[in-house]
């Protein structure tokens, strides 16, 4: 009983299959077809360039002495041609995305000149039909091959080496059949020195462009399928790093070894705590859709602030937010970055709260925020396939305990003394006047704390 048959034909229509593009999001498939289009539009420039070069090279190389300059002959003919069918494909190309039928019809195109252009050698130079099966202008039948390599897609580049194996094997065929009797040679020594045909020099050329066509189409389906899975896996790393602020996405991209819970690195940060006072009442009084345009434009104030200065967004906590500065990765200017990202958010603030009617919001919301720095631990939390980056330290329950502060002192923001003088040590002024609160008693801290506010 044979299996190697159907074992064949089912890897020869694994091999040539396009990937299954109807698993992938249509994002995906939109950044394919993108590169295939990328991938049209090199192959046309470098097709022009070919065109250009081959008709500069037959105006300025020294003529041959039994060759004139003569556009009307053959060989110019044909080599404007095929400039000019090259100069309108990319114009086509970069017009609209090309169906295939036109890539397989321009492929057939791009032999059949070169085909041409190597058969007008024997007219032009008046030479037996032999003559033009010397012409060195073949390799460029490979180099159409090559070319199609440039795409992600096999079966162009099969369908190239295919046609111009088969159009060089008809032209061998038609050469014989030209030439009359007495034209086939089975002498190489003859072969090299008339315009006498070996057919066994043409089945080479032949099988020479089969194997470099085997060869490439194994290549570009390899590519292929590495494309599709690397834009896969680039598009679902980039929207899932939507979801992860970016110094943790940074710390995932960059991890040499697999991230394992319980891995912890001791830095010295600030933490900025964020808060809307009156906003619970207010969402349970309007629709959720209401409650979430509200925050996102709250959140499009502040978040670029928070960047702008060195921040990571830690978490969203409801209408809350948690900023770490020099938490992810090491910062000398950590306490510095956060209040002048404070004092930023609280102009922010004033404004969105100013704009609330204009968004539909009647009540009275109020932003208040603290800010606290000191050691902290930058920590991977959780286990097995779930895991968190946090920060975790007294910074962080201090800047907590400190917004919350904030209803008993009247206060927008509050920020410890000693946060104050770690900033001015690292280059920070103030711009926004502030009020001191000396011998504080904050809810949760063990003795009193010398409290700066923005009121």
Known sequence: MDHGVPAARLSLRALFARPDTAALPDRVKAIIM????????????VQIGLGVTLMTL???????????????????????????????????????????????VSICADVGLVLGLIWSFHIQYSQPPGFALKAPTFVYLIVLVVLRALRFDPRYVLAAGLAGAAGWAALTFVAISASGDGAVTRSFVDYMTSSRILVGAEFDKIFAMLVITCVLTLSARRAERTLASAVREETAAREIGRFLSKGVADQIARSGTLIEAGEAVERNAAILMIDIRGFTPFATRVPAKEVVRVLTAFHARIIPVVRANGGVIDKFLGDGV?????GTESSGTSAADALRALEQILHEAKAWESALPELGVSERLTVNAAVASGPIVFATLGGGDRLEYTVIGEAVNLAAKLEKHNK?????ALFPASTLMHAKAQGFSVAVPFVARPGANVAGVPGTIDLLAFR
């Open 408 to 412: 008993t002192e009247g206060t927008r």
């Open 58 to 104: 037959y105006l300025l190389a020294p003529r041959p002495s039994d060759a004139a300059i003569n556009m009307l002959a053959p060989v110019p003919l044909a080599l404007a041609l095929y400039l000019a069918f090259s100069l309108f494909r990319y114009w086509l190309i970069t017009k609209r995305a090309v169906p295939g039928w036109f890539v397989a």
């Open 34 to 45: 993108a590169e295939d289009r990328a991938s049209e539009h090199l192959i046309g420039l």
């Open 322 to 326: 948690m900023a770490t500065f020099g």
